[in-house]
């Protein structure tokens, strides 16, 4: 009689824990989802303000290399100083419009991968 009632409880405990297999599917895949968008939002975060800093820096040599400085940053290699200036503007430029390309990519890959429901 014992192993009976055994076996009907072990049958009750399976029938619920495939009933708890079932809810917890969703939950885990709406929780992997937030975890996506959550790192998403914070690795675009990132790379905006990095790119605001570089953009904020080009301004600089920008300025020295319209004001007409007397010095330039690259003077010991024997370019001009208003050479030097643009080169390290073209240089900063590069950056910001490389990390912009870089957002640009990623959000597109994100919204992709959001709308055939898989992760990027």
């Not at 968008?37 to 290399?65: F, H």
């Not at 503007?89 to 490389?98: D, H, I, V």
């Amino acid at each position: 009689m014992g192993r009976k009632r055994r076996r009907e409880r072990r049958g009750d405990r399976d029938a619920h824990a495939s009933a708890n297999a079932e809810t917890a599917e969703p939950k885990r895949v709406a929780k992997a989802e937030e975890r996506r968008r959550a790192k998403y939002a914070e690795d675009r975060k990132r790379l905006e303000r990095r790119r605001t800093v570089i953009g904020l820096l080009a301004l600089i040599p920008l300025a020295a290399w319209a004001l007409q400085a007397p010095f330039g940053p690259l003077d010991f290699v024997g370019i001009s100083p208003r050479d030097g200036w643009l080169l390290v503007w073209a240089a900063l430029f590069g950056s910001f419009l490389g990390l912009t390309i870089r957002l640009v990519l990623e959000r597109r890959r994100f919204e992709r991968a959001a709308a055939n429901g898989r992760p990027a």
